[in-house]
């Protein structure tokens, strides 16, 4: 059957494909496709001819089922990549690609000279992500994941053991990070012994454990989250991960961890509403990670969140300035943070007392700390030097 489309004359030729786009959607009213079959019958029609009446008519060009297939797949991630930047989120989720062969569609395009190099740390690892996820669910699909969660250990309360922490010592619960590297600072500790690190840290105090899983920027590993639960860590763990794909959500689940990472700078409102869902579901709490004014203010509309994390890092240039916490939570939204319950954690800069009471009196109730204590040839003896005081459950 034929698809018909008038498009406007401002449409580019679509026999010409640049190497570099940006994409911005474009649905004309006067856009009328008619189709009908299944997809294995489709057939595309892309060939510009000469306008008629103020419009260029297209004229028929057949594509086979699999590039009709790549066409929608193409249409799909530009579609999220507009939503996001309608929301602000300035992290791309892949590198830009030109469309597939005869594509005809409702984008249009426009030549950029940015090219398909990633704008800071962030975007990069997020494009690595995106593909290595891709891998991981060729080889263990979601429905074999789901069945190896009847052998996963019990998911622990990891928002509880935050508040019986902050209650039992007057200060922020710590989530203390067993983390081997970072991407600004290289390798944090050469001795790196992530069972041995974090009882370290359950003696010393941490409330809760964030495991690096990412394996390439972090040198972390899904192994290490799988050691500390079997070594008898008591410590509820966060999944430290760069979430792009809700299988991750089952995968960290199925390993052991008790919540997991969900970054507002890289997923759009309604990822967040969806893979929350899906946490408690599970019965993993979601640590939803903002940076700035808009990212809390879109947070905060989403029912059903418990925790945000404030990351006082800028992850463009890596600057680190504590007082974001603060400049994010005073004044309306920290009495609507109140009014629902939610648990703010403190994130990034954190190394001295001064700077825990810093974003204690702003209002956090937890904090979350990986390079000043693991540093520490005692990292337990860190959390101690960190907060000017023994926390431990057994203070000598």
């Known amino acids: 059957m034929e698809a018909l489309a008038s498009l406007r004359p401002t449409f580019p030729s679509l026999t010409h494909r640049p190497n570099k786009f940006s994409v911005r959607r474009s649905i004309p009213m006067d856009l009328h496709i008619r ?32 590039n009709a297939l790549k066409v929608k797949e193409w249409e799909v991630g530009m579609f999220q990549d507009e939503v996001a930047a309608s929301q602000g989120i300035r992290i791309r989720r892949r590198p830009p690609t030109g469309p597939p062969t005869h594509y005809v569609g409702p984008f249009e395009f426009r030549l950029q000279n ?3 190099t990633p704008r800071n740390i962030l975007e990069e690892i997020i494009w690595h992500k995106d593909k ?32 019986e922490a902050n209650l039992r010592t007057g ?20 001795d790196f012994d992530p069972v041995e690190i974090a009882k370290a840290y359950e003696r010393g105090g941490a409330a809760c454990l964030s495991v690096l899983t990412d394996e390439k920027f972090f040198k972390g590993s ?15 763990l966060l999944c430290k991960e760069f979430v792009v794909d809700a299988w991750q959500i089952y995968n960290a689940r ?21 893979m929350t869902k899906i946490c408690k579901m599970l019965g993993l709490a979601a640590l939803v990670e903002v940076h700035d004014e808009r990212e809390i203010d879109r947070v905060l509309e989403i029912e059903g969140i418990e925790l945000i994390g404030i990351n006082n890092r800028n ?82």
């Open 35 to 66: 189709n009908s079959g299944s997809l294995a019958s489709s057939s595309i029609r892309a060939q510009q001819i000469e306008p008629k009446d103020g419009f260029a008519t297209v004229a028929p060009v057949t594509v086979p089922e699999e």
């Open 114 to 116: 940015e090219g398909n």
């Open 132 to 163: 290595e996820v891709a891998r991981f669910r060729e080889r263990r699909p979601l429905l074999a994941l789901k069945k190896e969660l009847d052998n996963a250990p019990p998911a622990r309360d990891f928002i509880g053991a935050l508040r």
């Open 171 to 190: 200060v922020p619960g710590l989530i203390a990070e067993v983390k081997k590297a970072s991407p600004s600072r290289g390798v944090l500790r050469e």
């Open 222 to 236: 899904f192994e290490n989250l799988e050691l500390i639960r079997k070594a008898g860590v008591k410590c509820p």
């Open 254 to 274: 199925a390993k052991g961890a008790d919540a997991i990472l969900l970054i507002a700078a890289v997923l759009p409102d309604l990822d967040i509403k969806y």
């Open 315 to 396: 992850l463009e240039n890596f600057e680190v300035d504590i007082s974001i916490t603060k400049r994010l939570i005073e004044g309306e939204r920290g009495q609507r943070i109140r009014e629902k319950g939610i648990i703010v954690v403190g994130e990034s800069g954190l190394f001295t007392p001064d700077d825990i009471a810093f974003v204690q009196e702003a209002g956090v109730k937890a904090v979350l700390v990986g390079e000043s204590i693991v540093k520490q040839s005692d990292p337990g003896k860190g959390i101690s030097g960190l907060f000017g005081k023994d926390i431990s459950l057994s203070p000598n």
